[in-house]
């Protein structure tokens, strides 16, 4: 599958992650975001600035329950909590957030 | 409590068994197996530091091991125990935990 | 549910010219969340593993080597080197990257994750654990 | 008692997976228990049906195949070794639009979680590798 992004096609993976890490864009990811029938609000952006963040950092997507602990310290409560994210994710703050995020799918290995 | 340890390189390319024998404790056990079973050979240049280590740690050598490599007993040093691979679960099973130094 | 058992990683090969460094970081990661007793050993070439300074631009292989910091956050707070092994490859602890925890029972202070241990301090770490994994 | 195995050298190449073979047989063989065996590392290319050594060499997969059929042996590859190296079961081939799958019966492919979960469970685990 691919992506429409001002004219050009990302290319995706069959679960809708993006092969070159490089195309990413905020453009692309609002199109990953209606892809995935979710409307990117300014708490989506958050979260996706930190995913990407904590990726440059250390080269890895953080687990759910670290990502729940950090968004929680750099966030705030509101919406650093399982419920909230939960909520804003329907399909897993980890795996859809890093969907949209453009980083690395889960390979899932729990 | 002891600890088994299982080597599987030669001491003449690989610093494994010379780490392993820098860690072990009295009472653990190592087991030779695979290309570490050179390092049971009597005469070697690691030799000396096996023997001198066999007092208060028990040494093995897997016995298919060293056959396959034309390491008859009387080839090893003494105090090198050969076991087979039954005894190999024994010695796992005898002592509190296996670590493969790999 | 039954008391935690103690997990020791053990880490003797260098990072790069084999797998055996990263595959090993990715089961410390997944094994977090097992919430065990988890203490990770860098011994030999192992201790390559934690230098700084690590730039794998020019041969294409992903950098791990930050991944390491993120450990505190999967609560994996123990990661003993060996003095012995640091020496004689010619490297001072100071060699190393820096490595912290928050310590949620000291009023989220931060730690070094770090501890250099002697030669028999690693023995007798290997012989206190239940499980051991090498890489 | 139980054991749980971790081997973590591919076939062939190296011993390691020869060794894990013959142990965990003499382990059964004593009456131990071997509830699972974990193939990480390049031990996940023992799980390729794609393998065909010459007739007088054994037969790596097969063994492990047949071995775990007689004893009910859980044989966990890992899935992100296995992505890795091109080792696939039919659901993953399906789903990554690859036209082929390899994974050997008796097999399957899971996360590693399950090598901590033997971890636990197990009354010694012994890793065999290089």
């Known amino acids: ?110 | 409590m002891s600890t088994l340890h299982t080597v599987n390189k030669s001491p003449f390319g690989d610093s494994a068994f010379n780490s392993c024998l820098e860690h072990c404790k009295p009472g653990d056990g190592i087991l030779l197996i695979e290309d570490a079973v050179y390092g049971a050979v009597a005469g070697s240049a690691v030799a000396a530091k096996v023997e001198a280590r066999a007092g208060d740690v028990g040494i093995y050598v897997l016995d298919g091991d060293a056959k396959a490599r034309g390491l008859a007993a009387g080839k090893l040093i003494k105090q090198v125990k050969p076991v087979g691979y039954d005894g190999f679960v024994d010695l796992v099973a005898e002592h509190d935990r296996t670590q493969s130094w790999l | 549910m039954p008391e935690a058992k103690k997990f020791l990683y053990v880490n003797r090969k260098a990072p790069y010219g084999t797998i055996y460094a990263l595959e090993s970081l990715e089961v410390v990661l997944i094994g977090a969340a097992f919430e065990q007793d988890v203490s990770l050993a860098f011994l030999d070439d192992g201790v390559f593993q934690l230098t700084r300074d690590q730039n794998t631009d020019e041969i294409g292989v992903k950098n791990f080597s930050p991944t390491f910091r993120a450990l505190g956050d999967y609560e994996v707070t123990k990661l003993f080197v060996e003095k012995e092994s640091l020496e004689e490859r010619g490297l001072a602890p100071s060699d190393l990257q820096e490595i912290m925890y928050e310590d949620e029972d000291d009023d989220w202070e931060e730690k070094p994750s770090i501890h250099i241990v002697s030669r028999s301090e690693m023995a007798d770490i290997m012989a206190d654990q239940d499980v051991v994994l090498s890489f | 008692m139980k054991f749980g195995i971790v081997v973590s050298e591919g076939p062939y190449t190296h011993q390691a997976a020869d060794t894990a073979y013959h142990f965990a047989k003499a382990a059964l063989d004593k009456g131990h228990e071997v509830p699972r065996v974990f193939f990480y590392h390049d031990g996940v290319n023992v799980a390729t049906n794609l393998s065909i050594p010459p007739q007088d060499e054994r037969h790596i997969q097969k063994n492990w195949t047949e071995l775990a059929k007689a004893n009910d042996i859980d044989m966990v590859v890992c899935i992100a070794a296995a992505q890795r190296r091109g080792i696939l079961d039919e659901n993953e081939a399906k789903r990554q639009g690859k036209d082929a799958s390899n994974l050997a019966e008796g097999f399957r492919i899971s996360g590693l979680g399950q090598l901590i979960e033997m971890g636990i469970e197990c009354d010694r685990t012994v890793t065999f590798g290089d």
């Open chain 1, 1 to 110: 599958m691919s992506y429409q992004v001002n004219g050009t096609a990302i290319e995706a993976d069959e679960d809708g992650y993006i092969v070159n890490l490089d195309e990413w864009s905020k453009d692309l990811a609002e199109e990953i975001a209606k892809a995935e029938g979710l409307p990117m609000t300014d708490d989506h952006w958050k979260v996706i600035d930190f995913l990407r963040n904590y990726y440059d950092e250390f080269q890895i997507a953080p687990a759910v329950r670290v990502l729940v602990k950090n968004a929680k310290k750099k966030l705030g409560p509101d919406i650093g909590n399982n419920k909230t994210l939960e909520a804003m994710f329907p399909d897993g703050a980890a795996k859809q957030g890093c969907k949209i995020a453009g980083l690395p799918k889960p390979t899932g290995c729990v």
